[in-house]
């Protein structure tokens, strides 16, 4: 399928700056798609608060999509989705981040957890703590989570799917370097968002 790629980036770029949050949006450069693959796999060497290395799943679910742009977003942005971090022992969450003020009650009420921090949450009966994490049998993942917010009109154009990523602070550096003029304020952050044709 052919696409006038320039229309629609200015549809794309103009729909996701009306999403709540959303400062700024440009198309991430096939050149800059390679370096923030490098970034990542860089940031994934090392390790979070020592509790094991971080994998940007999401980010690299979100390189493949058709159309991929970069958005500057402030702390107004609620993407929806899930939980934004996962600790896994192999394939099973042995951990997660909760946002949610009720469920974080109610776990904090459960003996067979942890929090390392206010709102993360290790499961004790699925992991050996900190053993399994010495041991580096665990690695934390950020996933990419699907739009949740409506950009188009039906009849504007047609996409299959839209997802979004938070990248690794090396990352988030590197774009706004890029991208926002080396914007650093406070509470703002960047995400990738991939649009499937």
């Known amino acids: 399928m052919s696409i006038d790629r320039v229309k629609v980036d200015t549809l794309m770029i103009q729909c ?6 959303i400062v700024d949006v ?12 490098n970034i990542e796999s860089d940031a994934e060497k090392q390790s979070l608060m020592g509790l094991g290395m971080v994998i940007s799943v999401g980010v690299r ?7 991929v742009y970069v958005a500057l977003m402030d702390e107004e942005f609620h993407g929806g989705g899930g939980t934004y971090m996962t600790l896994k022992k192999g394939e099973v969450v042995v ?6 003020e009720e469920t974080i009650a109610r776990l904090s ?7 390392i921090h206010k709102n993360f949450v290790v499961y004790k009966d699925k992991i050996s703590f900190p053993q399994d994490i010495m041991k580096k ?16 009109e039906e009849s504007d154009f047609s996409y299959r799917s839209i997802m979004y990523a938070i990248p690794t602070t090396p990352t988030d550096i590197f774009l706004k370097n890029t991208y ?12 990738l968002i991939g649009v499937n044709l």
Do not use: M, Y
């Open 109 to 115: 009420k459960k003996e067979n957890v942890w929090f």
């Open 137 to 152: 049998l665990c690695h934390f993942e950020i996933p990419s989570f699907p739009a949740e917010w409506r950009v188009l």
């Open 61 to 67: 679910e979100v390189l493949t999509f058709d159309l």
């Open 16 to 21: 996701f700056k009306k999403v709540k949050g």
């Open 95 to 100: 951990g997660e981040a909760v946002s949610d």
């Open 26 to 37: 440009s198309p991430l450069s096939e050149k800059d798609k390679q370096e923030v693959i």
């Open 180 to 191: 926002f003029e080396g914007l650093d304020q406070w509470g703002l952050g960047t995400i």
